[in-house]
């Protein structure tokens, strides 16, 4: 097992594009996590799935971002009319189901919005 | 509902022992507590459930106080591969709930 990998690693758009970020989880986890990092400051909730239910989204969630996860496998993270402030490390996370499991992390994508 | 972490930064000379702390308003049902090095993933250290128990992991222990709604964590002896950012995790209800993280303790390890 190669842990949890993410697709790109950088990403450098313009103001208004949409972006798709790709994250393949640990093949046995059921579960799958998106956060957002900026400088400083710990990993922010985004969304998460069990299986391939969408089961909870930060109310800080625009409704320009929207997420996937075809099948219980792998996921994506779309943002569509990116702004300056979407500009952060989108990390995607998995776990197996039950209270003992820690989260294992992907090494991110890297969001520049210019 | 973010937990708050102290202190935010921390300097240590190799072999001195740090401690970590992580704080709750609301009540607790896990603590995870991650590494993370620069430009790198955070890495999953360990996980405390509500009870009060305390876990060890080499030179690394962790205890929660469920009065408290406060997990510590201890670094004994510190290496310079110690170095980086902890972050603790929270989980609250029945543990099925998404980790919310704190702001992290910046830790930096020197010769």
């Known amino acids: 097992d190669t842990g949890v990998s993410q697709n790109p690693r950088h990403k450098i758009t313009k103001r208004g594009q949409n972006v798709t970020f790709r994250c393949d989880p640990i093949?046995?986890?059921?579960?799958l996590y998106w956060y957002r990092q900026t400088l400083g400051q710990g990993p922010e909730f985004l969304t998460y799935f069990q299986n391939e239910a969408q089961l909870e989204k930060s109310r800080l969630l625009s409704d320009r971002f929207s997420a996937e996860r075809p099948k219980g496998s792998f996921s994506t993270l779309e943002i569509q009319r990116t702004e300056q402030g979407d500009s952060a490390m989108y990390l995607c996370?998995?776990?197996?189901?039950?209270?003992?499991?820690?989260?294992?992390f992907g090494s991110g994508t890297r969001l520049t919005v210019v | 509902q973010q937990p708050v972490q102290s202190p935010q930064a921390v300097i240590l000379r190799e072999g001195e022992d740090a401690v970590i702390n992580c704080s709750s308003s609301k009540a607790l049902y896990s603590v995870h507590w991650y590494r993370q090095k620069h430009g790198e993933a955070p890495v999953f250290l360990m996980i405390l459930l509500k009870g009060g128990e305390q876990k060890g992991h080499d030179k690394i222990s962790a205890s929660f106080n469920e009065k408290k709604q406060q997990s510590s964590l201890y670094l004994t002896a510190s290496q310079l591969s110690y170095s980086g950012t902890y972050f603790c995790g929270t989980g609250y209800f029945s543990g099925n709930t998404p980790l919310v993280f704190g702001k992290g303790t910046r830790l930096s390890v020197i010769a």
């Open positions: 093949s046995e986890h059921n579960r």
């Open positions: 996370a998995s776990s197996g189901q039950g209270r003992v499991y820690g989260y294992t």
